[in-house]
C-alpha cells in the first residue's frame, strides 16, 4: 500500500515570497490533516478536512496560508507571503474515518521550508 | 485546553537495558494517549494509542505503555533497547468528547539515543 506522498521535500524561498505544498493521501483515506513542525516542537495541526470540507482550521494563519482540497483527494498548502517565523516542516497525514477518531494518522516525509 | 509535556529533550540508554521515555497529559474529559516516533527524515509512525480498558499498553517493536490516571501519564517503556530504537518519540493527547476535530495535541518529542 502506498503511503502519503508529498512534494516538494525541500524548498529555501526568501520572505515575502510564496510557496506551496502538495499532499497525495492514502488511497480511501477521506480525512486529510496540515500539520506544522516547527524545530524542536511537537507538530501543530493547521487544518483538517473530510473529504472536500474543512473540519478545523482554527490554527491556521488565514492572512498568509491558505489549504484546499478540490475534489476529496489531494491537497494544496499555499504561504502568501512568507515570513521568517514560516520555517518549519509541514506534514500531511491522512485517516479513515474510524482511524481518525482512534487517533491513528499516516504521515507523509514532510516538505521542509526554509525562509530567509 | 488539552496539553502534553514531555519533560525531558533526550534520554540516553545502553543496547539491551530497559528504557522508558516519560509523557505527562491533561485533559478535561478522558483522555485518549498516544505515542509516535519519527525517524530521521521520516514521517511520523504510530505506535500505540491508549483509550480505555487495560492501563498496560502493547504496541509496535515491542514497545508499550502505561497509562496512570492518578498521576496523569503515559510513559513508554520497552524491556530491552535496540540501537534501531534510536529515534524522535511524541506523545500526544485529546479528551474523548466527540467534539469537532478530534485534534491531537502533541508534545514537544523527546530524542531517544541507544547506545551500543
Known amino acids: 500500500e502506498a503511503g502519503v506522498a508529498q512534494s516538494p521535500r525541500y524548498k529555501i524561498i526568501e520572505k515575502r515570497q510564496s510557496v506551496a505544498f502538495w499532499c497525495n493521501p492514502i488511497?480511501?483515506?477521506?480525512?486529510l490533516y496540515w500539520y506544522q513542525q516547527i524545530l524542536g516542537q511537537g507538530p501543530k495541526l493547521l487544518i483538517q478536512?473530510?473529504?472536500?470540507?474543512?473540519?478545523?482550521d482554527s490554527q491556521l494563519p488565514k492572512d498568509r496560508f491558505s489549504a484546499e482540497r478540490l475534489k476529496g483527494v489531494d491537497s494544496t498548502l499555499k504561504i502568501q507571503p512568507a515570513k521568517l517565523e514560516d520555517s518549519a516542516v509541514y506534514l500531511c497525514?491522512?485517516?479513515?474515518?474510524?482511524?481518525?477518531?482512534?487517533?491513528?494518522?499516516?504521515f507523509g516525509e514532510g516538505s521542509r521550508l526554509t525562509v530567509l | 485546553a488539552q496539553s502534553v509535556a514531555q519533560p525531558e529533550d533526550q534520554v540516553n540508554v545502553a543496547e539491551g537495558n530497559p528504557l522508558t521515555v516519560k509523557c505527562t497529559y491533561s485533559?478535561?474529559?478522558?483522555?485518549?494517549l498516544f505515542w509516535y516516533v519519527q525517524y530521521p527524515n521520516r514521517g511520523l509512525q504510530f505506535l500505540l494509542k491508549?483509550?480505555?480498558?487495560?492501563?498496560l499498553v502493547k504496541g509496535s517493536y515491542g514497545f508499550e505503555a502505561e497509562f496512570n490516571k492518578s498521576q496523569t501519564s503515559f510513559h513508554l517503556k520497552k524491556p530491552s533497547a535496540l540501537v534501531s530504537d534510536s529515534a524522535l518519540y511524541f506523545c500526544?493527547?485529546?479528551?474523548?468528547?466527540?467534539?469537532?476535530?478530534?485534534?491531537?495535541?502533541f508534545g514537544k518529542g523527546t530524542k531517544l539515543s541507544v547506545i551500543p
Open positions: 497525514a491522512s485517516s479513515t474515518r474510524t482511524s481518525g477518531i482512534t487517533g491513528e494518522l499516516f
Open positions: 500526544a493527547v485529546r479528551d474523548d468528547s466527540g467534539a469537532g476535530s478530534y485534534q491531537l495535541t
Open positions: 478536512f473530510q473529504n472536500n470540507g474543512v473540519v478545523d
Open positions: 491508549y483509550i480505555t480498558g487495560d492501563n
Open positions: 488511497s480511501g483515506h477521506a480525512t
Open positions: 485533559v478535561s474529559g478522558n483522555p485518549y
